[in-house]
């Protein structure tokens, strides 16, 4: 039977839902280069419809050794699906592949530049990118990134450049603005109020667009001190970004009842352990978005035994590759409710594989997603040698970093209504009070203000229950060059200071909803 043929009858059986036809074409197409690596997709898709993600992994992972031809647009459609099934360390390696870096298809290039840049591969994205405009390209959202780039690189003055160049193709795009207003504290002979206030007079006609010029307005009169002007703007940015989001408090509030219930049904985590030098150690910083954790994490990167490996989506990953779970990206109640059969010595092995590449050589590395305080029991059971620090800020702080904060991709749903923050911030405390009790002694309560105001002594504290030596450089946070990631990426270049810890009095009138929703929580202030 001829090739094409053969590739044709694979393709039927596909579509009409013949699997098993299917599987079994695509496994003999596998023997010619030309039709590899599809063949390897669509089995890995075989594999997905069925359930079974371990073996969807495993068939993109195979197409990364198979003797494929130099197809740039099948190698940047495979950077793309490694990444979706976690597969970093391999996704990387392709993205290096000459026959993809050196390739002239500008859209291959910009493909998987794109994927790279929006899972924190700063460098390969970088790489990639930088190669389209070498072959000519200039579009705005290419040079967008290429400033988010800069950027996380540390190179202000190349991400302006690289911003500027994308308004003049696209004047108008909110994201591009959102970046400029954020790229650097906003001053009277230099901002964007004039040119934001313009564009807002005919708002764009999506309301994710609109709402993002209003997030960039209020950053900016915020940073010129004009917070009575500022207010009005971030008030109808949460209500745009509120009213399409979809966002359910009730089900994120049962979805933590469940963590904490399903958690007890387990049994308790081995005493800890000493941290092995043959292996990486994981440094956990958990706690709430704009709590401190880049912060906190740029002065465990000066340590010489210690890589900052930024917000880590692993974790929640290979729960659901030990879980064997082919489901949404975000932790639902198919994960919860599951956990009860989690092998935690498998997933403690997954996690320690997928992330040993990431430590560039050092025993220890840090991992700061937020939302793996969900996991905190799991992590314990899984590593006895991980330890976990849990960085959090005055509730009412808290509560408003949330609130100021643009989150891209809708992460965050809580963050765009008053009552909603304070409802899941006093959620998470509870569920961090009850691992307390749970786990005495394993997770290490960090107040950002003792944090932002004592430094060294925070930080020493710190070192010792994650049983560092200290060295004293770590508290100059302005000396680590490392890339950063997260929204924090301007401030955390500048040395630890305390100017954020009460930013939100400014705003107490308006925040009154707020406040009242936290009820005693907001007058007690953040113990540690």
């Not at 780039?149 to 991400?159: F, K, M, N, S, T």
């Amino acid at each position: 039977m001829r090739i094409q043929k053969r590739w044709q009858l694979a393709e039927q059986a596909f579509e009409t839902g013949n699997l098993t036809l299917a599987e079994s074409h695509f496994h003999d197409l596998l023997r010619f280069p030309e039709f590899a690596l599809v063949a390897r997709f669509r089995l890995s898709q075989i594999a997905g419809k069925r359930g079974n993600l371990r073996a969807a992994a495993e068939q993109t992972l195979a197409a990364v050794n198979d003797r494929v031809a130099p197809d740039p647009e099948g190698l940047s459609t495979l950077v793309d699906r490694l990444l979706t099934l976690g597969e970093a360390e391999a996704a990387v390696s392709v993205a290096e592949r000459p026959a993809l870096l050196q390739s002239r298809d500008v859209r291959a290039l910009s493909d998987a530049g794109r994927t790279l840049y929006y899972n924190d591969l700063t460098d390969q994205a970088f790489h990639l990118l930088s190669r389209c405009v070498e072959l000519g390209a200039d579009g705005s959202r290419l040079h967008h990134m290429l400033g988010g780039c800069h950027l996380r690189r540390g190179d202000i003055e190349a991400a302006e450049r690289s911003y500027r160049r994308s308004l003049e193709l696209e004047p108008g795009a909110p994201p591009v603005h959102w970046s400029l207003a954020k790229l650097r504290r906003q001053v009277p002979e230099s901002n964007h109020v004039d040119v934001l206030r313009g564009l807002l007079e005919t708002p764009p006609a999506r309301p994710d667009d609109e709402a993002v010029l209003c997030y960039a307005l209020f950053k900016e009169l915020d940073d010129l001190g004009d917070h009575a002007a500022a207010w009005p703007w971030l008030e109808r940015g949460m209500q745009l970004q509120r009213g399409q989001s979809g966002y359910d408090i009730n089900a994120e509030l049962a979805l933590l009842e469940r963590i904490e219930s399903v958690d007890a049904e387990l049994p308790p985590p081995t005493p800890a352990t000493t941290p092995d030098a043959a292996t990486v150690s994981p440094i956990f910083i958990v706690g709430l978005p704009r709590a401190g954790s880049t912060l906190l994490e740029r002065a465990f990167g000066l340590h010489s035994q210690v890589h900052g490996g930024g917000e880590l989506t692993d974790f929640p990953r290979q729960v659901r590759m030990s879980l064997n779970l082919a489901s949404s990206a975000q932790l639902d109640e198919s994960h919860v409710a599951a956990m009860t059969h989690l092998d935690p010595l498998d997933l403690g092995r997954r996690y320690r594989k997928h992330v040993a590449w990431r430590a560039q050589g050092k025993t220890r590395l840090t991992d700061k997603l937020p939302v793996n305080f969900r996991f905190i029991g799991a992590i314990l059971r899984a590593m006895p040698d991980a330890r976990i620090v849990h960085i959090h800020r005055d509730p009412v702080a808290a509560c408003f970093a949330n609130l100021r904060e643009y989150f891209f991709g809708g992460n965050y749903g809580y963050s765009y209504e008053q009552e909603e923050v304070a409802t899941y911030v006093r959620a998470h405390r509870r569920l961090m009070a009850t691992f307390d009790q749970r786990y005495p002694g394993r997770v290490l309560s960090l107040p950002y203000a003792e944090l932002a105001s004592s430094p060294d002594v925070a930080l020493q504290r710190t070192f010792e229950h994650c049983g560092l030596v200290w060295e004293p450089q770590c508290g100059q946070v302005e000396r680590n060059t490392a890339q950063v990631s997260t929204a924090s990426a301007t401030q955390v270049r500048e040395p630890i200071h305390t100017r954020s810890v009460a930013h939100w009095r400014n705003y107490e009138a308006q925040l009154q909803p707020m406040i009242d929703a936290l009820g005693a929580l907001a007058t007690a202030g953040d113990p540690a």
